[in-house]
């Protein structure tokens, strides 16, 4: 091969490449290896974690962004500062106060290239090989992937339907891991949320420890039942919170952001200046334009009425279709739903059957460290009701089969 010259993707090397161990016990993410299973359209699929793209605001957008080109183009496309577009910052402040009257300073406010961003910057500001990291039980697999690269040591704590197991979790704090990983609204994969007791018990049980709390939140706006509950890092001083505007926007737009106290944000500026430098200009510019000229509120209240009505059909349809020895979570808001097979069923195994009857979901073993498969999560934002329907129907008949 020519000096200097990359090989051909499809060509084997010949010498073996000598890549970092890093990756070594980092997993391929789970859901998208399924997604290219699913992608034969026959296949009606509850495993992405897809918003709708029949309610993305795209004409809005448009709108945006074409006043963006016409008066701020040259900026938009220029290198920009690592913490973010100050209007857009001051922007993600503001909803906080307007939300839960909460004084966030946009000085605190480090936009990212999509929350995931904020929690790999998040494993590189705080993790060192072999460091303690708490995190639910199911966890959120993209940041059981992500932490993975730093290599900590796992501990989990049982998640229940209105919050962790306070308990079991004062045991693990008492191994004083460095942050406690958790998602209060709506949880990724089991759609739980933490009652407002649960948001106190965890403060409680924070204040006397030296872990830091990262309360990763890109679901709390889509709550379709019951009354918003304050984040829990409201208040507490060693905590960060991680929004996005994927779920309420777009995410293609790969906007995040993240609340960190001073000493914090400024290393977690430097790990973004390593990876990225900043988040790109013109979707910040866009979004920015978005939030100031168009009305993201009574956006955002539509996916509450489409969400909410998807997921009381799927709701419907499976207190009809399953088995009744299977257990289902019944969620206030977000995107999932998460059913618990009864004792001794793999959802592995239901899985291949289900595919069979062109039916997909995520088995539950990536979300457990150990592996544990007795139950799975179903989608609910991304199929149009007719196909959930029909989905489940095809789900109870693979499922009365197996239970
Ligand atoms: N956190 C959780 C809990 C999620 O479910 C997701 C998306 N699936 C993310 C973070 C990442 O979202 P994004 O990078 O698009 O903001």
Redesign the pocket.
Known sequence: MAAGRVQDAAMPSTTPLRTARRLDAVKRSYIREILKVTADPEIISFAG?LPSPDHFPVQAMDRAARAVFAEEGAQALQYAVTEGFPPLRRAIAARYRTRFGWEVNPENVLVTT????A?DLLGKVMLDEGDGLLLERPG?L??IQSFSMFAPRFATVGLGDTGPDTAEMAGRLAERPKLFYC?PNFQ?PSGATYSAEARQAVRDLLAGSDTLLVE?D?YGELRFLGEDLPPVAQGVENAVL?G?F?KILA?GL?L?WVVAPDDLYAKLVTAKQAADLHTPSLTQRIASRFLAEEDLDAHVETLRGVYGHRRQVMVEAIGREFPEALEYTEPEGGMFLWCRLPDGLRSEDVFHEAIREKVAFVPGSPFYLDGSDGAFRLNFSNAAPERIEEGIARLGACLRKVV
Do not use: F, I, T
């Open positions: 974690g999509g929350s995931q961003q929690l959120y993209g940041a998602v990724n990763d890109p991680c996005s994927s995410p790969r995040g």
